[in-house]
C-alpha cells in the first residue's frame, strides 16, 4: 500500500499524534515515510510533522493550502479570498507518493468538513483513492462517534482500514470497555490505542510514542492492501460465465479485463489499473461512476423499500419519476410505462401500437416499418424490426414479417448518392410503402438521428420530420426509440428534440437511471392511452409487465440523475465538450484507413476501411475493430467496437483533459493497427 488517509471522528482527536506515531514506526522499519496536510486552518500540525519525521519535501507539496483562522477550510479559505484548485492538491500528492514508500496523508477535522462547496473531505479520501484510518478520542462517546464515521465512510465508499484510539489516560468504565466494544460492532479491525503522553515536543516524549506505537499498533493490518486474486476471478469468469455478444472461444483464450471498482470516468480492474471509460459502460453512463447524489438516492431508496409491484399497486419513486419524464418530454407524451431494458421498452411500444389500432377499429393494422441496419433489442418482437443480419438472421424463422426500407447511411448511401444534392431519396422507399401499405402498417419504428448499433450511422438533417410528417400524413404512429440517443447523448436531451419532432411513442432505457440500475421507459400520447380506457368486460386492458416493473430503486436512481441534469446544467456545459470532441476528431479523417467520421454529440463512429478510395471494408476475419480496442488498452482506455466501427460514446461528465487521453489514445491504436495490418499483407 502507498499511501492512507489519517481522519478522524471529530477535530482534537490527535491525528497529527497518530500521524506522527506511525511515521516514526515505519522510519524504525526502515520505511522512507512522506507526509502530506493538504489543507490547515491555523496551527502548525505540518510543520511539526515536518520536523518529527525529518521530511525535506518543500512546503507547498508537504501543505498546498494553509488559511490562519481555525476554520474549516470552506469557509477560512473565502475568507482568506483563495479559491482552492484541487488539481494543485493532487498534483501534490501524486509527487510525494512518487518520492517517498509510504505517504501519510492527515486531514482536516472529520469527513464531512467542506473544503469547497459541495466537496468534502471524504471527496477528497475518494479522489485520491486511497484508505482512510479513523483516529478517535479514548472515552465517552467514542463508540457512537467512532460508528458513525465508518458507516459514512462506507456508505460513500471509501475503504477504511482500521481505527485507532488515541490518549488514553486509563481512568474510566468508558476507556477500559470502549476497545472491545468497538471490536464488537466494526467492520474493520481496531488497529491499537496509544495513551496520553505528556510532553510530545521533547526527546523522550516522542522516543516514547515511537516505542509505544511500534510495540501497540497493528501495523500488518495497516499496510494490509485489499488485494483481489486477479488469476482467480478470471478462472472463475471462464469456469461459471457465457458473455453477452462473445464469442466464447476466443474469451476462453484471452486474458478477461476483471472490473473490481470505479470512479468518476474510469474503471478499475484486479490488477489495480485505471481505464478510461470510453463507452460508458456500453452507453449507460453519464455523470461519472460512483455519483454522489444518485448514490444517496440509491441509499435513502434501500431504507424505505427496495422493491414493491406495480400490479395493482404503485410506489411514489415511480410516480414522481413518471411526472419528471413527462415534462421533459417531446411534447404530446403523457403516460408511462415502466419495464426493465430498451429491448422490453421496444416490445411494449410494438404491442402497444398493435392494440391500439384493435380498439380504434383498425385491427388490420399489424405491420411494422423498419430500417435496414435498424437495431432494436433482443427480445423477438424487436428483433423483428430489427436489421442487422450478423445479429438477427438465426432467429429469422421466429420473427414476423415486416416491411424493410433503407438507412440513411450517407458513407455508403443505397442509392449511391451524396447528400445534400440526394434529396432524400433514400426515403423512397418508405413514401412507396406508405403509400402502398398503410391501411394495414401500425407504426414505423426509428432510432432517431444515430443508429448506434449499425455502427454510429447519424443521419442528414431534416430526414426525421420527413419521416415524422410522413407518418402523419398516411396515419401511422411513429415510435422513437431513444434507448440509446435519449439523456442527453446527441446534445439534448432527446434527439427528436433537434427537428421539433413528437413521436407518438418513445422508448428510454440506458441512460434513464445514469448508469445505475435496470429500467426502461414507453411514454406514449393521451390519444394512445385512452383507447385503453373500458369496462372491465370489454378487455382492453394492456395485458403486459414485468416483476420488477417501476423498481422503487432503479426510480429512485433516474430521479437523482435526472437532479444532477438540472443542478449541474450537465446539458449546457455539454455543448463546448461536444465542439471539442468534432475538433478532436478531425485528424482522424486524414489517416489512409479512416473512410469516415460520424458524430452527433457525444456519439461518434470512426469507420475503418480497407481501402478508402473505394470504401472497401476489411475482412470480418480480420478483426481489426477488435484489434484495435485491444491495443488501446495498452493507453488505459476501454473501448467496444461495431464490427470495424470504433465508437467513442463516453460520460457526460467527461472532462477535456479526459477527452483528449480518449482522442490521443485512440488515433494511436487505429494508426497502429491499420498499419500493422498493410505490412502483414506484405504491402508497403
Given at each position: 500500500?502507498?499511501a492512507?488517509?489519517?481522519?478522524?471522528?471529530?477535530?482534537?482527536?490527535?491525528?497529527?499524534?497518530?500521524?506522527?506515531?506511525?511515521g516514526?514506526a515505519?522510519?524504525?522499519?526502515?520505511?522512507?515515510?512522506?507526509?502530506?496536510?493538504?489543507?490547515?486552518?491555523?496551527?502548525?500540525?505540518?510543520?511539526?510533522?515536518?520536523?518529527?519525521?525529518?521530511?525535506?519535501?518543500?512546503?507547498?507539496?508537504?501543505?498546498?493550502?494553509?488559511?490562519?483562522?481555525?476554520?474549516?477550510?470552506y469557509?477560512?479559505?473565502?475568507?482568506?479570498?483563495?479559491?482552492?484548485?484541487?488539481?494543485?492538491?493532487?498534483?501534490?500528492?501524486?509527487?510525494?507518493?512518487?518520492?517517498?514508500?509510504?505517504?501519510?496523508?492527515?486531514?482536516?477535522?472529520?469527513?464531512?468538513?467542506p473544503?469547497?462547496?459541495?466537496?468534502?473531505?471524504?471527496?477528497?479520501?475518494?479522489?485520491?483513492?486511497?484508505?482512510?484510518l479513523?483516529?478517535?478520542?479514548?472515552?465517552?462517546?467514542?463508540?457512537?462517534?467512532?460508528?458513525?464515521?465508518?458507516?459514512?465512510?462506507?456508505?460513500?465508499?471509501?475503504?477504511?482500514?482500521?481505527?485507532?484510539?488515541?490518549?488514553l489516560?486509563g481512568?474510566?468504565?468508558?476507556?477500559?470497555?470502549n476497545?472491545?466494544?468497538?471490536?464488537a460492532?466494526?467492520?474493520?479491525?481496531l488497529?491499537?490505542?496509544?495513551?496520553?503522553i505528556?510532553?510530545?515536543?521533547?526527546?523522550?516524549?516522542?522516543?516514547?510514542?515511537?516505542?509505544?506505537?511500534?510495540?501497540?499498533?497493528?501495523?500488518?493490518?495497516?499496510?494490509?492492501?485489499?488485494?483481489i486474486?486477479?488469476?482467480?476471478?478470471?478462472?472463475?469468469?471462464?469456469?461459471?460465465?457465457?458473455?453477452?455478444?462473445?464469442?466464447?472461444?476466443?474469451?476462453?483464450?484471452?486474458?478477461?479485463?476483471?472490473?473490481?471498482?470505479?470512479?468518476?470516468?474510469?474503471?478499475?480492474?484486479?490488477?489495480?489499473?485505471?481505464?478510461?471509460?470510453?463507452?460508458?459502460s456500453?452507453?449507460?453512463?453519464?455523470?461519472?461512476?460512483?455519483?454522489?447524489?444518485?448514490?444517496?438516492?440509491?441509499k435513502?431508496?434501500?431504507?424505505?423499500?427496495?422493491?414493491?409491484?406495480?400490479?395493482?399497486?404503485?410506489?411514489?419513486?415511480?410516480?414522481?419519476?413518471?411526472?419528471?419524464?413527462?415534462?421533459?418530454?417531446?411534447a404530446?407524451?403523457?403516460?408511462?410505462?415502466?419495464?426493465?431494458?430498451?429491448?422490453?421498452?421496444?416490445?411494449?411500444?410494438?404491442?402497444?401500437?398493435?392494440?391500439?389500432?384493435?380498439?380504434?377499429?383498425?385491427?388490420?393494422?399489424?405491420?411494422?416499418?423498419?430500417?435496414?441496419?435498424?437495431?432494436?433489442?433482443?427480445?423477438?418482437?424487436?428483433?423483428?424490426?430489427?436489421?442487422?443480419?450478423?445479429?438477427?438472421?438465426?432467429y429469422r424463422?421466429?420473427?414476423?414479417?415486416?416491411?424493410?426500407?433503407?438507412?440513411?447511411?450517407?458513407?455508403?448511401?443505397?442509392?449511391?448518392?451524396?447528400?445534400?444534392?440526394?434529396?432524400?431519396?433514400?426515403?423512397?422507399?418508405?413514401?412507396?410503402?406508405?403509400?402502398?401499405?398503410?391501411?394495414?402498417?401500425?407504426?414505423?419504428?426509428?432510432?432517431?438521428?444515430?443508429?448506434?448499433?449499425?455502427?454510429?450511422?447519424?443521419?442528414?438533417?431534416?430526414?426525421?420530420?420527413?419521416?415524422?410528417?410522413?407518418?402523419?400524413?398516411?396515419?401511422?404512429?411513429?415510435?422513437?426509440?431513444?434507448?440509446?440517443?435519449?439523456f442527453?447523448?446527441?446534445?439534448?436531451?432527446?434527439a427528436?428534440?433537434?427537428?421539433?419532432?413528437?413521436?407518438?411513442?418513445?422508448?428510454?432505457?440506458?441512460?434513464?437511471?445514469g448508469?445505475?440500475?435496470?429500467?426502461?421507459?414507453?411514454?406514449?400520447?393521451?390519444?394512445?392511452?385512452?383507447?385503453?380506457?373500458?369496462?372491465?368486460?370489454?378487455?382492453?386492458?394492456?395485458?403486459?409487465?414485468?416483476?420488477?416493473?417501476?423498481n422503487?430503486?432503479?426510480?429512485?436512481?433516474?430521479?437523482?440523475s435526472?437532479?444532477?441534469?438540472?443542478?449541474e446544467?450537465?446539458?449546457?456545459?455539454l455543448?463546448?465538450?461536444?465542439?471539442?470532441?468534432?475538433?478532436?476528431?478531425?485528424?482522424?479523417?486524414?489517416?489512409?484507413h479512416?473512410?469516415?467520421?460520424?458524430q452527433?454529440?457525444?456519439?461518434?463512429?470512426?469507420?475503418?476501411?480497407?481501402?478508402?478510395?473505394?470504401?472497401?471494408?476489411?475482412?470480418?476475419e480480420?478483426?481489426?475493430?477488435?484489434k484495435?480496442?485491444?491495443?488501446?488498452?495498452?493507453?488505459?482506455?476501454?473501448?467496444?467496437p461495431?464490427?470495424?466501427?470504433?465508437?467513442?460514446?463516453?460520460?457526460?461528465?467527461?472532462?477535456?483533459?479526459?477527452?483528449?487521453?480518449?482522442?490521443?489514445?485512440t488515433?494511436?491504436?487505429?494508426?497502429?493497427?491499420?498499419r500493422?495490418?498493410?505490412?502483414?499483407?506484405?504491402?508497403?
Open positions: 500500500m502507498k492512507i488517509f489519517v481522519t478522524g471522528t471529530d477535530t482534537e482527536v490527535g491525528k497529527t499524534i497518530v500521524s506522527c506515531a506511525i516514526l515505519l522510519k524504525k522499519k526502515g520505511i522512507d515515510v512522506g507526509v502530506m496536510k493538504p489543507f490547515q486552518c491555523s496551527g502548525g500540525d505540518a510543520d511539526f510533522l515536518v520536523k518529527v519525521l525529518g521530511i525535506k519535501d518543500e512546503k507547498e507539496l508537504v501543505n498546498p493550502y494553509y488559511a490562519g483562522e481555525p476554520l474549516a477550510p469557509v477560512a479559505f473565502e475568507r482568506a479570498d483563495v479559491e482552492i484548485d484541487l488539481e494543485k492538491v493532487l498534483a501534490a500528492y501524486e509527487k510525494l507518493t512518487e518520492r517517498h514508500e509510504f505517504l501519510i496523508v492527515e486531514g482536516i477535522g472529520g469527513l464531512l468538513v473544503i469547497k462547496e459541495n466537496y468534502t473531505v471524504c471527496d477528497l479520501i475518494r479522489d485520491l483513492d486511497i484508505p482512510a479513523i483516529v478517535a478520542r479514548a472515552g465517552l462517546g467514542t463508540l457512537n462517534h467512532t460508528l458513525l464515521t465508518y458507516r459514512y465512510a462506507a456508505d460513500y465508499g471509501v475503504r477504511v482500514q482500521g481505527v485507532i484510539l488515541n490518549g489516560k481512568k474510566g468504565l468508558a476507556e477500559t470497555t476497545p472491545a466494544a468497538l471490536k460492532f466494526l467492520e474493520v479491525p488497529l491499537g490505542t496509544i495513551p496520553f505528556n510532553d510530545l515536543e521533547s526527546e523522550a516524549g516522542l522516543d516514547k510514542l515511537s516505542r509505544i506505537a511500534a510495540r501497540s499498533l497493528d501495523f500488518e493490518s495497516l499496510l494490509e492492501e485489499d488485494t486474486d486477479a488469476q482467480e476471478s478470471a478462472r472463475q469468469d471462464k469456469d461459471f460465465i457465457w458473455h453477452p455478444f462473445t464469442q466464447m472461444k476466443g474469451w476462453l483464450e484471452d486474458e478477461p479485463l476483471v472490473v473490481t471498482e470505479a470512479k468518476d470516468c474510469h474503471l478499475k480492474d484486479t490488477a489495480g489499473r485505471w481505464y478510461l471509460d470510453g463507452v460508458s456500453l452507453w449507460v453512463n453519464l455523470h461519472g461512476h460512483r455519483k454522489p447524489e444518485i448514490d444517496s438516492a440509491v435513502r431508496q434501500l431504507n424505505k423499500v427496495a422493491h414493491s409491484t406495480m400490479l395493482g399497486l404503485s410506489n411514489v419513486p415511480a410516480i414522481t419519476l413518471a411526472k419528471r419524464l413527462v415534462d421533459i418530454a417531446p404530446g407524451l403523457a403516460k408511462v410505462f415502466y419495464s426493465d431494458d430498451g429491448s422490453t421498452a421496444v416490445e411494449i411500444a410494438l404491442k402497444m401500437a398493435c392494440q391500439y389500432w384493435q380498439h380504434v377499429g383498425s385491427s388490420q393494422k399489424t405491420k411494422f416499418i423498419h430500417l435496414a441496419n435498424s437495431y432494436h433489442g433482443d427480445t423477438l418482437g424487436s428483433v423483428s424490426v430489427g436489421g442487422i443480419d450478423l445479429f438477427h438472421k438465426t424463422d421466429l420473427l414476423f414479417d415486416t416491411y424493410t426500407i433503407d438507412s440513411p447511411y450517407c458513407y455508403r448511401c443505397p442509392e449511391g448518392k451524396s447528400y445534400p444534392r440526394c434529396e432524400f431519396e433514400c426515403l423512397n422507399g418508405l413514401k412507396e410503402v406508405l403509400a402502398q401499405h398503410h391501411s394495414a402498417a401500425a407504426a414505423l419504428i426509428v432510432e432517431p438521428l444515430v443508429q448506434g448499433a449499425a455502427g454510429m450511422i447519424v443521419w442528414p438533417q431534416g430526414i426525421l420530420k420527413e419521416m415524422s410528417d410522413l407518418c402523419k400524413k398516411y396515419n401511422v404512429l411513429l415510435i422513437a426509440d431513444e434507448v440509446a440517443t435519449g442527453g447523448r446527441t446534445g439534448t436531451m432527446f427528436c428534440e433537434h427537428e421539433g419532432v413528437s413521436p407518438d411513442i418513445l422508448c428510454l432505457a440506458k441512460g434513464i437511471t448508469g445505475y440500475l435496470p429500467l426502461a421507459a414507453t411514454l406514449a400520447t393521451e390519444k394512445i392511452f385512452d383507447a385503453f380506457l373500458g369496462d372491465y368486460d370489454e378487455q382492453k386492458t394492456f395485458f403486459h409487465g414485468h416483476s420488477y416493473t417501476g422503487p430503486l432503479a426510480c429512485a436512481a433516474a430521479i437523482a435526472l437532479d444532477v441534469f438540472d443542478k446544467n450537465t446539458l449546457e456545459k455543448q463546448p465538450k461536444i465542439g471539442f470532441l468534432a475538433r478532436g476528431l478531425e485528424r482522424f479523417k486524414e489517416l489512409p479512416v473512410g469516415d467520421v460520424r452527433k454529440g457525444f456519439m461518434v463512429g470512426i469507420e475503418l476501411a480497407e481501402d478508402k478510395r473505394t470504401r472497401r471494408p476489411y475482412a470480418f480480420e478483426k481489426i475493430g477488435m484495435v480496442c485491444q491495443k488501446v488498452r495498452e493507453d488505459g482506455v476501454i473501448l467496444r461495431l464490427g470495424d466501427v470504433i465508437v467513442l460514446m463516453p460520460p457526460l461528465a467527461i472532462g477535456r483533459r479526459e477527452l483528449t487521453h480518449l482522442l490521443d489514445a488515433y494511436d491504436a487505429v494508426s497502429v493497427v491499420t500493422e495490418s498493410i505490412r502483414g499483407k506484405g504491402v508497403g
